[in-house]
């Protein structure tokens, strides 16, 4: 059974930057495409970085150019790395597999003066 573990998250000001990780244990970590999603308090998940297999990527309109995911099969992780962040990030962050699997416990991003 895939276990999905998130890490990175926290207390940011506006126009900062985090890095969030994603552990995935188990094998054949490099055959699946790979996201990060979100949730925002009172609204749906929702997809914003997406990786395939061969590292093609792609973004929500509204991370476009601030966040890039990344991954390191060696290490079975996926990245995300936010930039110039904005208080509408603010949302709990979870990566899976694209199509999505178990949902790990995600990490919480608050970005807040």
């Known amino acids: 059974q895939v276990q999905l573990v998130e890490s990175g998250g926290g207390l940011v000001q506006p126009g900062g930057s985090l890095r969030l990780s994603c552990a995935a244990s188990?094998?054949?970590?490099?055959?699946?495409?790979m996201g990060w999603y979100r949730q925002a308090p009172g609204k749906q998940r929702e997809l914003v970085a997406a990786i395939t297999r061969d590292d093609s990527t792609s973004y929500a309109d509204s991370v476009k150019g601030r966040f890039t995911i990344s991954r390191d099969n060696a290490k079975n992780t996926v990245y995300l790395q936010m930039n110039s962040l904005k208080a509408e990030d603010t949302a709990v962050y979870y990566c899976?597999?694209?199509?999505?699997?178990?949902w790990g416990q995600g990490t919480q991003v608050t970005v807040s003066s």
């Open positions: 899976n597999r694209i199509p999505s699997i178990e």
């Open positions: 188990g094998s054949s970590f490099s055959i699946y495409h």
